[in-house]
């Protein structure tokens, strides 16, 4: 069963990203989830084994974050599911856009979701791994 932004804790969030994302650290979910133009859960009986969110610009763009799909029901049908109930809602809610960030392997199952491949950038603001951040420009006095 899925369900747009129900009630969710922190302990159910925590142990579906532990399941599925190796080094997921524990996280307070409240803050991301106030913030989030809305979210999906995916339900079996009353455990939660999927989540997605959706954050806006404010405009008519919105951003696929976080699909997570607990280890042992994944490869069932459910991320695409909680995606396609994403693109829903977004086009419900009027967004014209649905932007999503992915990794070389996950192009088949984002195509099959009906997202087509753009060129996109990314960088790591924090300074870790190839893509940090470089040096900031430092003007000389006077220049503009």
């Known amino acids: 069963m899925l369900k747009v932004s129900p009630a969710v804790?922190?302990?159910?969030?925590?142990?579906?990203f532990t399941s599925a994302w190796p080094g997921h650290q524990k996280a307070g979910f409240r803050v991301?989830?106030?913030?989030?133009?809305?979210?999906v859960c995916a339900y079996e009986g009353q455990r939660l084994v999927g989540f997605v969110k959706v954050i806006g610009d404010g405009g008519v763009h919105g951003f696929l974050l976080d699909p997570t799909v607990v280890q042992d029901r994944q490869r069932r049908g459910i991320g695409r599911c909680?995606?396609?109930?994403?693109?829903?809602?977004?086009?419900?809610?009027?967004?014209e856009w649905?932007?999503?960030d992915f990794e070389p392997q996950l192009k088949p199952f984002y195509e099959a979701?009906?997202?087509r491949h753009?060129?996109?950038?990314?960088q790591n603001l924090q300074g870790r791994g190839p893509n940090k951040a470089p040096e900031p420009t430092r003007f000389a006095r006077g220049s503009s």
């Open 9 to 16: 804790n922190d302990e159910e969030l925590n142990a579906l």
């Open 32 to 39: 991301l989830l106030e913030r989030a133009m809305f979210y």
């Open 82 to 95: 909680l995606v396609t109930r994403c693109v829903e809602e977004a086009r419900r809610r009027g967004l």
């Open 98 to 100: 649905l932007h999503v």
């Open 113 to 115: 979701c009906g997202f």
């Open 118 to 122: 753009t060129e996109a950038g990314i």
